[in-house]
Antibody, heavy 127, light 108 residues
Framework: EVQLVESGGGLVKPGGSLRLSCTAF????????MNWVRQAPGKGLEWVSS????????DYADSVKGRFSISRDNAKNSLYLQMNSLRAEDTAVFYC????????????????????WGQGALVTVSS | EIVLTQSPGTLSLSPGERATLSCRAS???????LAWYQQKPGQAPRLLIY???RRATGIPDRFNGSGSGTDFTLTISRLEPEDFAVYSC?????????FGGGTKVEIK
């Protein structure tokens, strides 16, 4: 059974840093691209970042570019999101999600839909 | 960036009724790379439809997706009690991935 489990959420002050983890079970992790999606309280879904299976390709939403960094460790079946310079508007539930592929060419990135999602990790940025 | 606008914001219906949800894109979505997700309170989203019309694994056939270009529709033929939830569309046809703001289907 495919399962994605996020961890590392919590309360952090503005300007602080936090690292989210997502551990995968039940599938060959390295064969899939992975993604982070967030949802602010009472709001819709917002794509944050994507990474290909071999980490060749990564992409970020403009709202987090330069502050967040996505990475993965296929030996540990784990996905990460390093979040720096956090702002109040980053407060959200962060979900990791799996996709069949993600790649970039000529400066444009392409993805498949997200077929499995974790239960989410709450990140609260507040003083 | 492709902006997705969903309507209506809220749909009030009774079990057994038909639900029709709209997702309109600001620019044409490449190759119908449009997905629909269902989300219940406190839960993660669940993939219902991908490729605009293809049901994901285990999704009942009362859920149907249609459309192309800039206009897409999710139809739930007969609402079951477990179908009352928020539905979001997503385009993944190139460039920044974007989601619509969601349509809440509530019990009338």
């Amino acid at each position: 059974e495919v399962q994605l489990v996020e961890s590392g959420g919590g309360l952090v002050k503005p300007g602080g840093s936090l690292r989210l983890s997502c551990t995968a079970f039940g599938f060959t992790f390295s064969s899939y691209s992975m993604n982070w999606v967030r949802q602010a309280p009472g709001k819709g879904l917002e794509w944050v970042s994507s990474i290909s299976g071999s980490s060749t390709y990564t992409d970020y939403a403009d709202s987090v570019k330069g502050r967040f960094s996505i990475s993965r460790d296929n030996a540990k079946n784990s996905l990460y999101l390093q979040m720096n310079s956090l702002r109040a508007e980053d407060t959200a539930v962060f979900y990791c999600a799996r996709s069949a592929y993600f790649y970039c060419t000529n400066g444009v990135c392409f993805s498949e839909s997200f077929d499995y999602w974790g239960q989410g990790a709450l990140v609260t940025v507040s003083s | 960036e492709i902006v997705l606008t969903q309507s209506p914001g809220t749909l009030s219906l009774s079990p057994g009724e038909r639900a029709t949800l709209s997702c309109r894109a600001s620019h044409s979505v490449r190759s119908t790379y449009l997905a629909w997700y269902q989300q219940k309170p406190g839960q993660a989203p669940r993939l219902l439809i991908y490729g605009a019309t293809r049901r994901a694994t285990g999704i009942p056939d009362r859920f149907n997706g249609s459309g192309s270009g800039t206009d897409f529709t999710l139809t739930i033929s007969r609402l079951e009690p477990e179908d009352f939830a928020v539905y979001s569309c997503q385009q993944y046809g190139g460039g920044p991935l974007t989601f619509g703001g969601g349509t809440k289907v509530e019990i009338k």
